[in-house]
């Protein structure tokens, strides 16, 4: 007799936990077998130029021509909404996606088979709602990239108190008031990434159990971070970039932000141990974003003397 429990596989009543799971029989259905096959990507891992290494690119990222196809591990964003910010250009929506979608087929090229692809997006809007999470996820499958599920960013009681509440308690006309924004997760070719140490150094996981345990639920509580406090119209906190770049990177991978900004993408992959590499086309913003930058390299170096 033994002791070995059976694994579990799907069941029109669903399961109790997930043992040895067979799901073959949920994607033999007619909802996957009828889905576009994935494009083929290649397992080629290119160089990644030593000297854009830790740097941010003044210029357009919708032209990567800096980087080489297949030599990225993992890019983090949040675009430009198009809102009238005073970084923003006045897009129509066509234009804005066109925009994005260049931006996002230049990312496809630079990352290797198995590179992840994570955007920050809010929907905009009341007259009418505008998806752009639904608009941009659509594009990123279009490109060729394979989704892997959307976090909803629950922004709590830091969320802007708008007061825009249509017909107040009335059925005439009431308005939600977002409290949220989307992380929209891809994959670039296959969903695994095996450990394969490069020229940049040994690649370790740094993800805990706990962190691990709550950061793959679908809904995470942060607090919005301070334009005033970072000086730029729009920053993410750094615990967004920090919780993917933990969970889907490797150290001394290189992480891309195509829209860097104010930089915090870079300031927490230095913190966690990983290379940046971005694009910004304001010199004002790269000038912050190197400033922060250098301010948490001399945090890490006299913390590393005091040690």
């Known amino acids: 007799m033994t002791n070995r429990r059976e694994g579990t596989k799907t069941s029109s009543f669903g399961t109790?936990?997930?043992?040895?799971?067979?799901s073959s029989k949920f994607y033999d259905s007619k909802l996957y077998k009828e889905l576009l096959n994935p494009i083929e990507v290649s397992d080629e891992v290119n160089p990644f130029p030593k000297g854009y290494l830790n740097n941010i690119i003044l210029g357009s990222c919708e032209n990567m021509k800096e980087i080489p196809n297949n030599s990225l591990h993992l890019?983090?964003?949040s675009p430009p909404y198009n809102v009238s910010k005073e970084y923003d250009d006045d897009l129509s929506l066509k234009e804005y996606l066109n925009l994005l979608k260049s931006v996002f087929s230049?990312?496809?090229?630079?990352?290797?088979?198995?590179?992840?692809a994570c955007i920050n997006v809010a929907n905009l809007g009341r007259k009418p709602?505008?998806?752009?999470?639904?608009?941009?996820?659509?594009?990123?499958?279009?490109?060729?990239?394979?989704?892997r599920g959307e976090i909803i960013w629950n922004k709590a009681?830091?969320?802007?108190?708008?007061?825009?509440?249509?017909?107040w308690q009335s059925a005439v006309n009431p308005i939600l008031r977002d409290i949220h924004e989307y992380i929209l997760i891809f994959s670039k070719g296959t969903y695994k990434?095996?450990?394969?140490?490069?020229?940049?150094?040994?690649?370790?996981?740094?993800?805990?159990?706990?962190?691990?345990?709550?950061?793959?639920?679908?809904?995470?509580t942060m607090k919005a971070e301070s334009a005033r406090k970072i000086g730029h119209p729009a920053p993410f906190p750094e615990e967004l970039p920090r919780r993917l770049i933990k969970l889907y990177s490797f150290t001394n991978d290189i992480i891309l932000d195509p829209f860097m900004g104010s930089g915090t993408t870079a300031v927490v992959a230095i913190k966690e141990?990983?290379?940046?590499?971005?694009?910004?086309?304001?010199?004002?913003?790269?000038?912050?974003?190197n400033r922060r930058?250098?301010?948490?390299?001399?945090?890490?170096?006299?913390?590393?003397?005091?040690?």
Not at 16 to 22: A, V
């Open 75 to 77: 890019m983090i964003t």
């Open 16 to 22: 109790n936990g997930r043992i040895n799971h067979d």
């Open 293 to 307: 930058i250098g301010i948490e390299k001399q945090e890490l170096l006299t913390l590393f003397y005091k040690c």
């Open 193 to 220: 990434r095996e450990k394969t140490n490069d020229e940049f150094g040994e690649k370790e996981n740094t993800i805990i159990k706990e962190e691990f345990m709550e950061w793959t639920k679908s809904i995470w």
């Open 157 to 167: 009681a830091s969320a802007s108190p708008s007061t825009a509440w249509g017909s």
């Open 273 to 289: 141990k990983r290379n940046f590499v971005g694009y910004e086309i304001d010199k004002n913003y790269i000038e912050l974003a």
């Open 106 to 116: 230049e990312t496809f090229r630079v990352l290797i088979n198995g590179g992840r």
């Open 129 to 147: 709602y505008i998806p752009l999470s639904d608009y941009i996820s659509q594009m990123m499958i279009e490109i060729g990239y394979n989704m």
